[in-house]
């Protein structure tokens, strides 16, 4: 008989969209990834005890508590998960890193890069004590994406010479869609820029190993007034849509485009790299193929070819079903919880790690700036920690 | 308050495959369907005692028996989950059925006419007594070809002129592969036929609404010798690909392959309609996508359109999550799974009945006959319950 | 300096759809293929003098006759390009050889077997005297499918296991469309089968290099009346749609399909081939693409990969444009020509001979036979002269 | 009988690769187009009489001169078709115009603003006498192109928000590839951006009938040092890659990418264009394909379509084959020819003007200006003659 595996208490914040993909992640990581730890969805934490008791009965929790700090206290908890706005996510993750509990905190890392500094420092300081932290860009795991980046990295695709990477949404292109929160500068930071660019600002500099050095940028507002909830018409303080090319520490040229106004295109994260030997492409709306062109292929039978990606060679796919079977959004928070667990028990740090969400703060900080005046050069301030 | 929900536990047999599927989907419908029955994840049964533990534990059952027929004495199991090879549906079906419990029977619904046909009558004396019983063609709640059945039930195709069915895999193109229980006659009953030929017959009929009414087939066997586990070699017994021809019900043509040497394909389940007013396309590789050709479109803009079936417009996706976000494979039973219990609370027969599965053992013992033949003209037996 | 090229002047019968193609290509062989022979658009024979002199201008013929028997007579003319309908090919091709003249005739090469053995009994006698006959089966020699035989020759997927053949149009969708000629069987022999099933049943065995040696068959005649041009409605006497399934030479599995049913294609010639070590795609409508799959490719990043056969290493892609640049469907017929200069120049035997047209109307003969009974096995007959 | 049409003599100037293509379509536009003036290829003008001479007769003209100047003086010249590289455009064009010839001037227009200046006054003084002037962006017959040109003004995409356009090549890739002339500064006048990236912004204003009004830019030469012919190596003088984002006239944001690195990408030229109600996609790899989406279609069954744009209701296609034919690169050529001896005949100006072909000139002026720069905001020169 196996001895009964070690548990972590996991308290998670937040109960809305995120909330419902990490509870599926936490009930699926044990019976796939076989963890070293076992998680435990030990508490959710929302501020309406009604709401949140709901939502722990519907996504499985086995409590609820309506402060989050509470979650702190309690010994039944080892682990945070932030599935809040970004602008409650530097109080609770310091707080939480403070307190001795590991971190896992959706992305972006803040609303802000002062934010983003004090928790990489809290996540020093953690570190120093054994604590782990972790910032959710689960599009790293897309088993298609990290095959990507193990591709660049073995060299398939030589030196980099192109970057391209586009996050294409419609929601807004309805005029009369309304002024929500996240329309809102004071609220959300900033548009597609924070919201869906940080995604792809992130896996371009997970894939190629690269980060940008600097920007020049564009962002425009199409839809400026829009309803409110409560009648009448309010401004909308935050970007629809936001251009910019740049270069990566290799010397590579980028061109990057996150928009909320790609009418037709539903959540097309699409990334393409252009290399000395070989070129990948990847589109999020066909989750399970990565396409490659390999120079080294004999010119007269060269060309594009899908790889479906659910081969036991693949990353994270193996775990799941037989080749050809496809997998979907939600597995990506699972290959996260998966890693998570496996760098808690082994006394490792996970990726991405704060510093790494900080420097993506770092390049939509240059980007806004840039667009901002006069979409001139603007350079990504360096990141000391050394991420990405 | 919502008051507390009625349970219904669940008993699965078997663990392979399967059952790992089936265990995700018991665990998955509770949170994203908000079913009327709540599944209680009782008891997993399985002949060695060991193993059959190791899986409950990672499965998440929560009790083990090493002898079947125990569930159907267990007052905490109201429904029998038969994940077994085919050569034991029959058995373990009927006997549940007679206890009273409810069945969902993984397909193909037995290895011959003569138990399918069984099981059916024993399901028609079960539901006399409020005992439901499902067959688990779970392809037909791939969100994509539900929706394709429910626009040609609506007319958008118009009348049906062409079927074209295919499913391709490439497991057995090594001529090393071993000589596995599923490429013994004795065992499985048929090779690709009955293994993956099943289901595209189904997929078809149900997404027609038209059932096959006679055919003209072809089988072979490519490797007729394989590595036997203990050395040697042994005869492969079951076709390797099979080919057929046929009429529908409604007097369309159509054309169905399947076949484990298709090189390069992983787990291609192809259909194509053609109909007087339009067309669908699907690929279960790409299993978010539908592709549809309306000839009511002006002619200057008419083309297939590729359907993205996430939305909440569409069947089952609503559930999940945002436009665009793509759904897996396992997907399939947790949609199976609600729908059987939405059925099971409101008294109703779920849907693919044992009829409509005993029609597809028909199809199938027809295009082995016709096989066996010379490949002639063989008509598809007469299901006199009139299902599918 | 050059010196003068020999001639070959080119006596062209019919001026309809193929009389356009065919022009367009003995126009375009000189500039892109530099043959050994110039051709010289000598003379155009067509019934109506107003018609055919109407057709000569705007085609670029140097004269007119409205007895084809007289290009026979002229000295001018070297060379009978065929594009009149099938029932008068026999008597054309006959008398032109007879008369020593070279002989490109459309395909199919005739209405009948017995036509068709007659004409390759004149060609084997011309043959004796250096006068030279070809079938015109243009899309072998569209480069992806001419690619497709060189790798399949090459050994690059190994040993065949499955064709997959279809030639799928759609425009008699429509039950008011006309009932032109083509519906009928006296004039054209057979519907959908000999029209575009021949050119599947020849591109399949071209590319494999194998040929059918029986089949099954189903044929359907979905709209069985027409309107006529003078009023009322009149029989459809050929087949809409024929599928048929069968083994070929080297025991591979086979499936076709032919239809003008198919709402939405417009001219989707689509041909796969699975063999044990890769496979080929290729549809028409993508003419410029060649879909395959190495199975020696590592399994991690095996695909099926998209070769854009336009590059100077593929067949006739360097006598046109760079890389990349798209070619068209005239351009096969170009390319039938430069072959068949270089065969008439060097004294050797083009290829398609009459005999491998003969053949392909042997198979197209027992696909009616087995029809018309009740779809059973029924055998191509041998081609004594071997062809194919 | 129809009366003798009238001709046009046609002096080509140059005999690469552009006089390759345009020769091929002189031939073709009177068979398909029926022009209202016959084009009679009349002389090819080329310094080196062996090599005019022999272009010459590969390619079907009539006569040669070795003086382009000779041809302004002889009589049955009436066109001049300008084939020559970009830095001898201005003096050939503004001769013949001022010698009474019709101009067609291959792209782009000229190597700097200042000579594309004096193109549009040489131009408006002779339109004021009849004399035509065109310049060659044969993109915009692209019968797709022609086609999304046409639906975005019938406002089927509504009001624009995003333009992508690339131009992706891959010629460069290997850094043994020699030190052309197109490489050295002096005699392109750039790299990839004039080349390629002129393409692109033309395309890209036609079909959204819009203009650039300002850009941000980046620039690169990857490579910097190559092979010369003799012997050693050369510096590389113009840009490798070129990625500027901008503002359209109408408020649409734009993203621009133009390259000689994207490795396995060979004549991909991609625009993607995003509206309030609809979107549009293409790919000049599938240069028959139109990809739409229509916001007006029901939100279950809409999606982006392929439209095949090959049918009668199609620009131009009509001319050519029944549906479903596939076009090639050239007859975008012949397409043009057509248009422009329509208008000639007509006594109408042909699009694109020499003053599109200056405002396209100001665009690529803007982009290497910013580049030059710190790829800040650039405005594009207005163009006082209101092209575009």
Redesign the interface.
């Given at each position: 008989m196996?001895t009964e595996r070690a548990t972590v208490g996991v308290g998670m914040v937040g109960h809305a969209?995120m909330g419902?993909?990490h509870?599926?992640a936490w009930?699926?990581v044990?019976?796939?990834f076989?963890p070293p730890l076992t998680p435990v969805m030990a508490v959710l934490a929302g501020r309406s005890a009604d709401r949140a008791g709901?939502a722990a009965r519907?996504?499985?929790w086995a409590s609820v508590e309506t402060d989050w700090k509470e979650l702190l206290r309690r010994d039944d908890v080892q682990l945070i998960d932030i599935c809040t706005p970004g602008d409650s996510h530097a109080e609770i993750a310091v707080a939480a890193l403070e307190a001795g509990k590991h971190v896992l905190c959706e992305k972006p890392l803040a609303n802000t890069v002062a934010e983003a500094e004090a928790m990489v420092a809290a996540a020093d300081r953690a570190r120093a004590r054994g604590v782990r932290s972790m910032v959710g860009f689960n599009y790293r795991r897309v088993p298609a994406l990290t095959?990507a980046r193990r591709?660049v990295a073995d060299g398939?695709?030589g030196a980099l010479?192109?970057v391209?990477a586009?996050y294409?949404?419609?929601?807004l292109?309805d005029?009369q869609a309304p002024l929500v929160w996240r329309l809102q500068k004071d609220r959300a930071g900033s548009g597609a820029l924070g919201d869906i660019g940080a995604h792809i600002i992130d896996a371009a500099q997970f894939v190629t190993g690269q980060s940008l050095v600097g920007v020049?940028?564009?962002t425009?507002t199409?839809v400026r007034e829009r309803p409110l909830a409560g009648g009448g018409t309010g401004p909308v303080t935050v970007d629809d849509?936001a251009?910019?090319?740049?270069?990566t520490s290799g010397?590579a040229?980028a061109?990057f485009?996150a928009?909320r106004?790609?009418?037709?295109?539903?959540?097309?994260l699409r990334i393409e790299l252009?290399?000395?030997?070989?070129?990948l492409a990847f589109d999020?709306?066909?989750?399970?193929e990565l396409w490659?062109?390999?120079?080294a292929?004999a010119?007269?039978?060269?060309?594009?070819?899908?790889?479906?990606v659910?081969?036991a060679?693949?990353p994270y796919a193996g775990a799941?079903?037989?080749?050809?079977?496809?997998?979907?959004?939600?597995?990506t928070f699972t290959h996260q919880f998966a890693d998570l667990l496996d760098a808690i028990a082994a006394g490792t740090d996970p990726s991405p790690s704060f510093a790494e969400g900080l420097q993506v703060q770092r390049v939509l900080e240059a980007v806004g700036r840039s667009a901002e005046?006069?979409?001139?050069?603007t350079a990504v301030q360096t990141n000391s920690e050394g991420s990405a």
């Open positions: 196996t969209f419902r993909a509870s599926q009930r699926s044990g019976p796939f076989d709901a519907e996504l499985g095959l591709m398939r695709i010479r192109h391209r586009q294409l949404q419609d929601w292109t005029p020049s940028a564009l425009e199409f849509a251009l910019f090319i740049g270069r010397g040229l061109s485009e928009t106004f790609a009418t037709g295109r539903k959540n097309s252009n290399g000395s030997s070989g070129s999020l709306e066909s989750l399970n490659f062109h390999d120079e292929d010119p007269g039978t060269a060309g594009f070819r899908r790889i479906l659910t081969e060679e693949h799941w079903w037989p080749p050809g079977h496809i997998l979907g959004y939600e597995h005046g006069d979409g001139g050069w």
